[in-house]
């Protein structure tokens, strides 16, 4: 078993045991019931989106200094796999918020800052598409850096200006005991599933290089 | 002293290119002044009674035309540089990447900065905004113009920090200019909302309504300017 195939399968397994220990034993919201169990894959989903992005960050500032192929395609997969996780945020957000809030989508500051945030990185995929190979890695790197500068913005946006729906950045820490493991364990296994995620892409990101290099060698003879 | 003498001359080449002509400004000013037209097509011609209202309403349309008009001039920019490679040239002297940056940041932002100075009145009025206001502050009206010019020049300058290498990246792409504009704004939001923020505070109750949104402006923009005084190497080195 490689281990791609080991992190995917422990994946699993913590996202079934996730499932078990949010709907079994966490204790039940007393206001908003069962909607509520969405919390734990909403804000999972949104830490690990800040985890990629960072990763995106650290591996662009890597290539910058170091120049090797393999940290711009990491940061490069792990942009992808924070924009999938962007899109579970911005779908299981809804569906609470229109049990919680009463409305499908709110011009809230958290809301908001997220979807610009989301916007800046899909702008990094495009730009990547548009650039030719030889500039590609050094100026997605440059851009992959910047854009970090703005989660700050969106994590604290909470607590930096008032009229927001969002509870705080503290209330993650002051739930009851059992919904706090219940969201560390779902959180582990997002954690887990974006490894896999990025291991399973890199992959296959290198398999198209081995495979480019072949057609071109290819041309070469012919 | 070296290093400002040759950002000062790198400045010097920038509005000479730019100024020589005028035909950039002038097409600036017109583009600018438009926009603010459809705005006041689209939400007059009678505009909100609320003082609120209306300092909102005046506070996106000057940022919004800034924008775009920022977003304009940052696409020219940089094809000058470009073009018969001129900027190849530019580094043949020697002359640090870090420089170049500053000096396309410092004329640039002198640019917008104009533009803004001629059109933030315009703006103002064909909004009606100053009838609206309390009669104390229309009697400080110079007074609420150079604060109103002062956010949006720290707003200008943070704006300018990210353009600048972002349309250095851009111009190697094909559809530059709309890649641009979808890059940019994004991430200039922090920069953007932080300005409308204090631009509708000051013109609703002529103050910045505490200190948080400055801040936040002031910060972001420095934030940006440094990191992209950073990495502008890398941008100019192929």
Known sequence: MTRTQLVGVLAAIFLFVAIYFVFSFAEIETTMLEVQKIFYFHISSALTLFLAFGVTCLFSILYLIKRVDKYDTIAL??????????????????IWARFAWNTWW?????????????LTYIGYLILRSALAEEKKRVYSAVLGIISFLNVPIVYFSVELWQGGLHPDTTTKMNLPPTMQIAWLISWLALILLYLFLLMFRYRAEQMKLELDTIQYQQMGES | MEAFRQIGWLIRKDLALQFRTKDMLA??????????LIFCFAFGPIFPEKLEERGKLAASVLWATFLF???????????IERANGALHGLRL??????YLYLSKVVSIFVFLILLEVIVTPITLQFLDVITVLPVALQEQLPWLLLKLIGVLAIGTLGFCAVGVIISGISTHTHGKESLLSVILLPLTFPVIMAGAKCTVSLLTTGGLGGNFWISVLVVYSLVFLASSYLLFEFVVEG
Request: charged share 10%; no cysteine; proline share 3%.
């Open chain 1, 106 to 118: 709110n011009w809230e500051p958290r809301l908001t800052s997220a979807l610009i945030l989301w």
């Open chain 2, 93 to 98: 002297t020697g002359i640090d990447a870090s």
């Open chain 2, 69 to 79: 008009a920022g977003t304009i001039t940052l696409n020219r920019s940089f094809d």
């Open chain 1, 77 to 94: 997969v792990s942009t992808e796999i924070g924009i999938v996780f962007g899109v579970v945020v911005f779908t299981t957000g809804p």
């Open chain 2, 27 to 36: 097409l600036i000013v017109v583009f600018s002044v438009l926009v603010v």
